[in-house]
């Protein structure tokens, strides 16, 4: 199983991205799919969550600027990020909770994607 995020790059402060993440490989069912965020010298940190029946929740320092959504039929999780700030500079990381035959549950991580806030 892969996960491989895109999308990430440089903006201006106000600016607007939208992040995208693929599942790929032998997939049963994909649960909960999620988005996550490391600045330098932070821990990472949740940004957003989906439930595989829609249900949401947000970090307190992006609600009503972020959000997450996902396309089931294509095992993909998306993170719209509109009225972006300096500080939501970091690595954006997917993360996604997949059932697999061989393995059953597992949580499974993409490749960091960059997003810089910068003018």
């Known amino acids: 199983v892969q996960l491989q995020a895109s999308g990430g790059g440089l903006v201006q402060p106000g600016g607007s991205l939208r992040l995208s993440c693929a599942a790929s490989?032998?997939?049963?069912?994909?649960?909960?799919m999620a988005w996550y965020r490391q600045a330098p010298g932070k821990q990472r940190e949740l940004v957003a969550g989906?439930?595989?029946?829609?249900?949401?929740n947000y970090a307190e320092s992006v609600k009503g600027r972020f959000t997450i959504s996902r396309d089931n039929a294509e095992n993909t999780v998306y993170l719209q990020m509109n009225s972006l700030k300096r500080e939501d500079t970091a690595v954006y990381y997917c993360?996604?909770?997949?059932?697999?035959?061989?393995?059953?549950?597992?949580?499974?991580w993409g490749k960091g994607t960059q997003v810089t806030v910068s003018s």
């Open positions: 989906i439930r595989s029946g829609g249900r949401t």
């Open positions: 993360q996604a909770q997949i059932v697999t035959p061989q393995f059953g549950g597992a949580d499974y």
């Open positions: 490989g032998s997939i049963f069912s994909v649960n909960a």
